[in-house]
Every structure is written in C-alpha cells, then in structure tokens.
T-cell receptor
Framework: RKEVEQDPGPFNVPEGATVAFNCTYSNSASQSFFWYRQDCRKEPKLLMSVYSSGNEDGRFTAQLNRASQYISLLIRDSKLSDSATYLCVVNIDNNDMRFGAGTRLTVKP | DVKVTQSSRYLVKRTGEKVFLECVQDMDHENMFWYRQDPGLGLRLIYFSYDVKMKEKGDIPEGYSVSREKKERFSLILESASTNQTSMYLC???????????FGQGTRLTVV
C-alpha cells in the first residue's frame, strides 16, 4: 500500500462547481499535512497547510481526520485558473515528506 | 520570500556523463530534498539531508549521490548518466520536520 494515496482523476468540472479531493495516508505518526498545487511543467507550490481543526482560505477549505487518516480539500466556485494538479503532502516523524501522486483538475467554461 | 534556486532549467547530457545538479536556498533551512517526477509516478524521493554533511537515502537512490558541504547548497550527482534518468528533478527545502517545503523551479534533464 502506498504511504499517501490520492484519486488521480481527472476531475472535469464546470466553472462555479464545487469539487472535493481526498487523500489517505498510512503512517499514524504523520505530523503535518499540506496541499500543494502544481501547474503543467512547473514546480509544486504551497496552497495551504491542513490543521486539525480544519481551515479555510477564501474558496478553499482543508480538513484533517486523524482517526480515519485522511485529509481533504474542497474548492468552491471553481475558476478556470484552478485547473492544475493538486498534491497532498504528509510530513512523517522520521524527517521525511511523502507526496500523493496528485489529482488533476480541469475547470471548463 | 523563500527562494530555492536550481542551477539549470533544461539540461541535455550524454549517456555515461557525470552530471551535477545544484540547488541553493536562501532561508537557512535545515532540511533539503531531491526528488524526481515522472508521468504517472508522482514525486519520488532520491535523497534528503537534515544538516550539513548529513544525508539519507530516499526511495530511489541508485545511480545518484549527493553532497551538502554548506547549509544553503545541496547537490545531486548522477555518477554515470543513463537514459532512464531522463526526468524532471526537483529540489526542495524546509525549516524543520513539520513545516512546509519550498521547491526550486525544477531541472528537466534529458539523457541521450
């Protein structure tokens, strides 16, 4: 089993739609969690951290469920510019970072 | 803003050449990482370093070595480049084991 798993998609949604991605992780010692965004042929960039209590940044909401070992990202009112690959990242206790394979989102007019 | 800079954006090398990929960060981060990213495989960890002169193997260290002589610089070395090392190489750094990582712009290496 992979340490961090994501649905690869692709997710094709119309503008204005709400879309949710999930990411599961296997190591219960994982300490911190993030969502990154990666545009085609570019480097990953931090979208947001994921806090235990859940957190929101504009149209984006991230949640963590430690008991079930998953994190989620919700995007409301999707824009064309949201089209990208979204990577979940898990920091593990041994100083390592683990990435999901990414979920590809395409927002269409 | 944190800046992570990789020495080359695009690189073409011949099979058997020794290749150096350089990465420099300007925020005094302890941890630095080298990944490669291939379609369908995601980011795979090659090596990481948590301090000067310290290094740890990642998932796919074979055919690679690293050097961290100064805190700000982490070099990836392909001892004898092969065509299966054609890939996008990404360097990342972070302050400590629970904070977010920042990436360089990536080096697209082609081995012919």
């Amino acid at each position: 089993r992979k340490e961090v798993e994501q649905d690869p998609g692709p997710f094709n949604v119309p503008e204005g739609a709400t879309v949710a991605f999930n990411c599961t992780y296997s190591n219960s010692a994982s300490q911190s969690f993030f969502w990154y965004r990666q545009d085609c042929r570019k480097e990953p960039k931090l979208l947001m951290s994921v806090y235990s209590s859940g957190n929101e940044d504009g149209r984006f909401t991230a949640q963590l469920n430690r008991a079930s070992q998953y994190i989620s990202l919700l995007i409301r009112d999707s824009k064309l510019s949201d089209s990208a690959t979204y990577l979940c990242v898990v920091n593990i206790d041994n100083n390592d970072m683990r990435f999901g394979a990414g979920t590809r989102l395409t927002v269409k007019p | 803003d944190v800046k992570v800079t990789q020495s080359s954006r695009y690189l073409v090398k011949r099979t058997g050449e020794k290749v150096f990929l350089e990465c420099v960060q300007d925020m005094d981060h302890e941890n630095m990482f080298w990944y490669r990213q291939d379609p369908g495989l995601g980011l795979r960890l090659i090596y990481f370093s948590y301090d000067v002169k310290m290094k740890e193997k990642g998932d796919i260290p074979e055919g690679y070595s690293v050097s961290r002589e100064k805190k700000e610089r982490f070099s990836l070395i392909l001892e004898s480049a092969s065509t299966n090392q054609t890939s996008m190489y990404l360097c990342a750094s972070r302050r400590d084991r629970i904070t977010e990582a920042f990436f360089g712009q990536g080096t697209r290496l082609t081995v012919v």
